[in-house]
């Protein structure tokens, strides 16, 4: 059985129980509640409008696409609001074994990439070791490889306030012991939006892989 309510001039709104009902009686609030509020229940069939509870936090899911072909790479779309950003690489080479980098930037200007405002200190792990210190790049100067010896790697780019940043990053070799590891920060004029890829020397060209980028903000 439906309970109808007729408009004043036409129509109706109608309230029908489910076919297995049951027995519950559900008791209104006794005001109309305030802008944005939901109404919720206790459980026990007493209704009340409650204000719902804001995370500020939406989580962001991208999707993996070539970034083959030239000896530097832009990923975009990256929300100016995202507080944590999660870069990941896979099956990554490049077409004479160098190594590559990675620079952050922004929507400056159309889309900028900043070559400066990096604390950046590179360690590589295998039967030796090594280090670098750079401002003006993310380095991985010891990866490369080729088609049969390439590298996975994540990225997890964290905002502290304003426009700083820090970084903890790795990249590891699919088919041997060793990896490189970056930590840092970076500190820019506006909100991260994008990520590039670039190859050391900027002559060879990225011969495979993909990356996707997910974020929340």
């Known amino acids: 059985m439906v309970l109808r309510l007729n408009g004043s001039q036409s129509g109706y709104v109608g309230l029908d129980a489910p076919a297995n009902a049951g027995f519950n009686t559900l008791t209104l609030p006794d005001s109309s509640g305030t802008n944005g509020q939901v109404l919720t229940t206790d459980g026990n069939g007493v209704l009340d409008w409650q204000t719902p509870v804001d995370t500020g936090l939406l989580r962001t899911e991208g999707t993996s696409v070539s970034i083959t072909g030239a000896s530097t790479y832009t990923l975009t779309g990256i929300d100016a609001a995202a507080v944590d950003v999660d870069l990941f690489w896979e099956d990554f080479y490049t077409s004479g074994g160098n190594g590559f980098h990675i620079r952050l930037g922004t929507e400056e200007n159309g889309g900028t990439i900043y070559v400066n405002g990096y604390v950046a200190h590179a360690h590589y792990s295998s039967s030796t070791t090594g280090g670098t210190y750079n401002t003006t790049i993310i380095d991985f100067p010891g990866t490369g490889s080729s088609s049969t ?69």
């Open 149 to 217: 010896n390439t590298y996975d790697g994540h990225m997890r780019i964290t905002k502290r306030d304003g426009n700083v940043y820090f970084f903890e990053a790795f990249t590891s070799h699919k088919n041997a012991g060793y990896y490189w590891q970056t930590i840092g920060n970076w500190t820019a004029s506006s909100p991260l939006t994008r990520v590039q890829f670039i190859v050391s020397g900027g002559v060879q060209t990225i011969a495979g892989g993909t990356a996707k980028v997910n974020y929340v903000k």
